[in-house]
């Protein structure tokens, strides 16, 4: 499984974008990025997910590396709501792990009002 | 639909003693998985499944147990608690289904916060 880092801890005030790094020198051709958050005291909720392009929805944006060994995760402008810790995955689509995320220890985001 | 529904929310377990934490989607997801995170860490996989009737191992399997003989259920088994598993449980599907509209995302239930004195 390829591994992902990620800063323990990043800060914000509300309403200013957010941009959340995750190097993931190791990854492979058929690792999806694949951004997840966890606000407290609840289950994670999938945020994002990329191959090659960059990627928007109504969440947020995945800026993806040419080379693919690093991404960010932009969150617009934070709300008060946006704070959580957030993971950055690489899911292998292929062979006998088709469907498993690996965690790692996330970034936690703190947003300032 | 509810998603991903666990119960219980909270257990309290002696040592020795064994239970059934329960998992439930009406989603009709193929994949099921059971983690569990410990404080400051991230999520573990337990076990997992692919379909009626199929389960493997993930990266923390023992002392647990599963079988999945619907598609909609998946619990998880303790035999034999001991305090080393005290941890948050969350369940968590997701379609294999390539064409699917949510084939690229895991839906997570509430989580079960076990304590094992």
């Known amino acids: 499984d390829a591994k992902t880092t990620q800063p323990n801890s990043m800060e914000s005030n509300e309403e200013e974008p957010v941009h959340l790094p995750c190097n993931h020198s190791?990854?492979?051709?058929?690792?999806?990025i694949h951004w997840y958050r966890q606000l407290p005291s609840q289950g994670p909720e999938y945020v994002i997910h990329?191959?090659?392009s960059n990627v928007n929805n109504r969440m947020a944006s995945l800026a993806i590396a040419e080379d693919r060994k690093s991404s960010t995760l932009i969150l617009h402008r934070a709300t008060l709501r946006d704070a959580a810790v957030y993971y950055c995955?690489?899911?292998?689509?292929?062979?006998?792990?088709?469907?498993?995320?690996?965690f790692g220890r996330g970034t936690q985001l703190t947003v300032w009002p | 639909n509810a998603g991903v529904t666990q119960t219980p929310k909270f257990q309290v377990l002696k040592t020795g003693q064994s239970m059934t934490l329960q998992c439930a989607q009406d989603m009709n997801h193929e994949y099921m998985s059971w983690y569990r995170q410990d404080p400051g860490m991230g999520l573990r996989l337990i076990h997992y499944?692919?379909?009626?009737?199929?389960?493997d191992q993930g990266e923390v399997p023992n002392g647990y147990n599963v079988s999945r003989s619907t598609t909609e259920d998946f619990p998880l088994r303790l035999l034999s608690a001991a305090p080393s598993q005290t941890s948050v449980y969350f369940c968590?599907?997701?379609?294999?289904?390539?064409?699917?509209?949510?084939?690229?995302?895991?839906?997570f239930g509430p989580g079960t916060r076990l304590t094992v004195l």
């Open positions: 499944s692919v379909g009626a009737g199929i389960t």
């Open positions: 968590a599907s997701s379609s294999l289904t390539l064409s699917g509209p949510s084939y690229n995302e895991q839906f």
């Open positions: 190791t990854i492979s051709g058929t690792d999806y």
């Open positions: 990329g191959l090659t």
């Open positions: 995955i690489l899911r292998d689509v292929s062979g006998s792990t088709l469907g498993r995320l690996y």
